[in-house]
Structure formats: structure tokens, C-alpha cells
């Protein structure tokens, strides 16, 4: 279903190798490791076989992230720490484990690796941080056609087409929590956690659909604004200009391309808002809406689901 592979600008990504329908899920992928604490990151990897260290390492770093100095003085705590402890344990091929005290080399990889480990992982819940194999390969895009997340009933992060994919086409994931945030301060934040410019369709000013998207996103939060200021005025909200916004933020998302779990919670908030003031068709509405965003991205199978299927059920809508 999908291959990795070079494109143009971007290193490594994984592109459709056939036309993935919408909500098929693309990629099941268990963690090579998982960690509670960035403190425990280099030791999980040096227990991992040679291959697996040596592909991890050919995972994408922003040189941003952090000064060669700091990586250096990093390292050199942790050599000094490990040193104390009784040195470090360390997979060998045959399953076997041996110790050894930290070197030069240790201090040295220590800030290499924990740069892969900081512009890689995934948050599954509970605080803990994963790594994985083909999941991180996965290239970003403001308007993404896919979402991963944990399924806590396979103990795998999955991957779901939330549009149809096209043969060749790269399939995409935001690394962004979609909030609205105009282009600018999506470009800072790519640049300052991941040390790329996003050069995606909704970032791309010079087409008319960029230039629309923005104005539009522009537009939407002069209406937040506008909204919050009257309710702090009038310490009254008006129930039902609330959820014409949310509605209007919704439809504003759809347009655009966007799909997903913030959406679907968007929905259920929306949803629950108009059965609290008596709009029960439109509560219908969005809360089967929301579901089927929810299915589409998790899966039924996935607690996430479940969760959804409550949370429409308390509405006492159906």
C-alpha cells in the first residue's frame, strides 16, 4: 500500500503505491522503543540491535533544535552520570548483554541521538514517547491527507487516510495541532521545532487557494475575537451565536481540506452546544458527522472510537 522513498526537497517519504480510500488504514507500526523521560532515550537505543540503531539514526534532525555546545555538555553529563551508575549496558547480536564504560563516542552520539529522538517522536498517551521505524518517515503538511494515532487495543500507532490517496501520491501528516493559526505562525513554529519551512498548498502564497485559505483563517479569528470581546462586555454569552461561529469554523475547515480528530471533537463540542439550546436536528447533524470523521482517522476498533460513540450517546440525541 505504501513504499518509502526520495522526493524532490524533503529526504526520505512514504508515498501510496495504489488509490487508498478514505479511512483505510495505511500503516500499523508497533514502537522500536518507547520512554517515559528523555533521560531514558539513550539508553533505549543503545538496547536495540546494530540495524536498528543505524536506521534510526538516518532519521531526519533540525539543526535548530539545539547548539553544539549544549548537545556536547549533555553528553558529557550523561557519560559522567552512566559512569557513576556502573557504565552502560548494551545489546549484543546474539541477544546477549555486556557493560561497558562511557567514551568519547558516547558523549558524542549522546546529542545525536537525543536530536533524532526530539524531531521524531510521537506523544501516545499516558507521558510516554515513541519512535518508529516507517510512521516516522511520514512527511508534514498543513493540510495533510492522513492521521496516526495510538490504538491502545493493538498496542500499535496506526495510520488513517482521512481522503482518498492517489497511486504515487505522498502521503502527509500535520505535525501541528490544527487550531487555525495563520501561515505565519505556522512557519514559525515548523521552523523553530523542526527547522523546515512548510511549503504545502495552504502555505504556498502565491496561488489563489493560498491566498483564500489565509484570508479566511484571517477572517475567522477577527470573529473569535470579536465574539470573546462582546462576551467579556456583556459577561452573557449568546448561546446561539456560539455555535453559528463553531459551525462557521467547521464548514471553513471542511472547505479547506481538512479532516480528523480535532475536527471530530470540534463536531462533538458543536453537537452538544445545540442540544443544550434545543437544536436537536442540528445536533444530529454533527455529532453523525463527527463520527464519521472519527471512524475515518481511528478506526472503529480503537478506544478513541468508543470514547466518540459514548460521548454522542450522553447527548440523548439519538
Not at 74 to 89: K, N, P, T
Amino acid at each position: 500500500m505504501y513504499q518509502i522513498r526520495h522526493t524532490a526537497a524533503k529526504g526520505l517519504g512514504v508515498f501510496a503505491t495504489r488509490n487508498i480510500p478514505r479511512g483505510s488504514r495505511i500503516l500499523s507500526e508497533k514502537p522500536v522503543f518507547l520512554v517515559k523521560s528523555e533521560k531514558d532515550v539513550y539508553n533505549a537505543f543503545r538496547s536495540l540491535h546494530e540495524q536498528d540503531r543505524n536506521e534510526l539514526m538516518q532519521l531526519s534532525v533540525s539543526s535548530q533544535r539545539r547548539s553544539n555546545l549544549l548537545g556536547w555538555a549533555e553528553g558529557l553529563w550523561h557519560a559522567s552520570r552512566q559512569a557513576l551508575s556502573g557504565g552502560l549496558v548494551v545489546a549484543r547480536g546474539d541477544s546477549q548483554t555486556k557493560t561497558r564504560l562511557p567514551d568519547l563516542y558516547s558523549i558524542t552520539e549522546y546529542p545525536a541521538v537525543l536530536n533524532v529522538f526530539r524531531n521524531n517522536n510521537f506523544d501516545i498517551g499516558n507521558g510516554t514517547q515513541a519512535i518508529f521505524k516507517d510512521i516516522c518517515r511520514l512527511n508534514h503538511a498543513c493540510i495533510p491527507n492522513a492521521q496516526g494515532n495510538f490504538n491502545s487495543n493493538l498496542d500499535r500507532f496506526t495510520i488513517h487516510a482521512l481522503r482518498p490517496i492517489s497511486e504515487d501520491e505522498e502521503i502527509t501528516l500535520s505535525y501541528l495541532a490544527e487550531h487555525g493559526a495563520s501561515r505565519d505562525a505556522r512557519q514559525h513554529r515548523l521552523k523553530s521545532n523542526y527547522g523546515f519551512p512548510c511549503d504545502c498548498p495552504a502555505c504556498d502564497s502565491t496561488t489563489e487557494r493560498g491566498k483564500l485559505d489565509e484570508e479566511a483563517r484571517q477572517k475567522m479569528q477577527s470573529r473569535l475575537h470579536s465574539y470573546a470581546q462582546s462576551v467579556s462586555e456583556h459577561d452573557c454569552p449568546d448561546q446561539a451565536a456560539e455555535l453559528e461561529i463553531m459551525n462557521q469554523m467547521i464548514e471553513m475547515r471542511e472547505e479547506q481540506g481538512l479532516a480528523g480528530r480535532e475536527l471530530a471533537t470540534m463536531c462533538f463540542s458543536a453537537a452538544e452546544l445545540a442540544a443544550k439550546i434545543g437544536r436537536r436536528d442540528v445536533a444530529l447533524k454533527l455529532a453523525n458527522k463527527g463520527l464519521r470523521l472519527d471512524e475515518d482517522a481511528v478506526g472503529t476498533d480503537n478506544p478513541i472510537f468508543e470514547e466518540s460513540q459514548a460521548r454522542v450517546r450522553a447527548m440523548a440525541i439519538v
